[in-house]
């Protein structure tokens, strides 16, 4: 659909007063139009599009601005609402089906390949590994594991459990080059969103998908796995009803409810995981705010990990816990 630079434009300023009335960010407007007008960024701040004769939108404005009034009066995620989320330096497609995959995620990825260099670095001295110090820095360079070491760990097993989109799978595909990932989730309709993105990105060679329960559906990798990397749910379930309206009204709670305390999932992957863990295979989770401790006494006392340790997101807030299997 061709329209001129000024209806744009107009269109624009108009959403900006609607945005700001209704507490919704102003980037959220140029988001929409980089992925529906594809303008980019310097173009929005500056402008410069105003005066473009004709500018091709992926829908007519009528459509816009049906999509934009989604968003201020259904509180529709602009995610759900253009069907793409970007994270890493990946673009995911996201449909209600999954939770959309937040900024905060991405460090799982980097501190799983730092995981990885510490153990192999350490091994190849023949001496203890040791964890990952912090501060990571989001979207690290990628790891080329034979580069390090050959053999068994240039064809490792890592898992994804739920899975979702698929975005944490997809990482640690792209950054583990030479790693096979295990992809698992309850929900076919996510499992349907992940395979989509996995193909899209190229990586369906590398990510295998499977629907089930957490572990279930990998016997076949009992004593085999490299690492375990969840985004569990984690909220408790008092706490899912009073979160901002984007999330409790659009985002499957599947994902989010975490039991009567949030760690019931956590403390299932805790229980089941050294059954599927090699010596020395990885167990790193995101969690909720104030959940640390609860989290490294599970592993700390369960006497089957060793070198337990908690990671902050960028906001500096506790959000990670990573252990080796002894």
């Known amino acids: 659909m061709l329209v001129s630079g000024l209806e744009v434009w107009q269109w624009m300023n108009q959403a900006k007063t609607e945005a700001i009335a209704s507490d919704i960010p102003l980037a959220e407007i140029d988001w929409l139009l980089q992925e529906l007008a594809g303008l980019d960024r310097l173009?929005?701040?500056?402008?410069?599009?105003?005066?473009?004769?004709?500018?091709?939108?992926?829908?007519?404005?009528?459509?816009?601005?049906?999509?934009?009034?989604?968003?201020?009066?259904?509180?529709?995620p602009m995610q759900y609402l253009t069907g793409v989320a970007h994270w890493r330096h990946f673009s995911l497609k996201v449909t209600p089906a999954v939770l959309i995959p937040r900024p905060e995620t991405e460090l799982l990825i980097d501190l799983a390949v730092e995981a990885v260099k510490s153990r192999l670095e350490a091994e190849n001295i023949n001496q203890k590994f040791t964890p990952p110090n912090p501060p990571l820095v989001r979207g690290g360079e990628d790891l080329n594991l034979s580069e390090l070491r050959g053999g068994e760990f240039a064809k490792s097993h890592w898992v994804d459990l739920g899975t979702g989109s698929g975005a944490i799978a997809i990482g640690l595909a792209s950054a583990l080059t030479n790693a096979t990932v295990y992809a698992v989730d309850c929900s076919s309709?996510?499992?349907?969103?992940a395979r989509l993105n996995a193909e899209n990105l190229g990586f369906a060679s590398r990510v295998n998908f499977y629907q089930g329960f957490w572990w279930e559906p990998l016997a076949f990798l009992k004593g085999q796995v490299s690492g375990m990397v969840s985004n569990p749910p984690y909220i408790p379930s008092s706490t899912v009803l009073s979160l901002e309206p984007e999330v409790v009204r659009h985002e499957p709670h599947l994902a989010l409810d975490g039991g009567f305390d949030g760690l019931e999932c956590i403390?299932?992957?805790?229980?089941?995981?050294?059954?599927?863990?090699?010596?020395?295979?990885?167990?790193?989770?995101?969690?909720?705010?104030?959940?640390?401790?609860?989290?490294?006494?599970?592993?700390?006392?369960?006497?089957?990990?060793?070198?337990?340790?908690?990671?902050?997101d960028l906001a500096g807030i506790d959000r990670f816990a990573l252990a080796y299997r002894l």
């Open 43 to 76: 173009a929005l701040r500056l402008e410069s599009f105003k005066d473009l004769p004709k500018i091709e939108l992926k829908l007519s404005l009528s459509e816009l601005a049906q999509l934009w009034q989604r968003r201020l009066e259904e509180r529709v």
């Open 189 to 193: 309709e996510a499992l349907a969103v």
């Open 267 to 312: 403390r299932h992957l805790v229980e089941t995981a050294p059954d599927y863990l090699e010596s020395g295979g990885v167990w790193l989770v995101e969690m909720m705010a104030g959940q640390a401790e609860a989290v490294a006494d599970m592993l700390q006392s369960h006497g089957s990990y060793g070198e337990v340790q908690i990671f902050s």
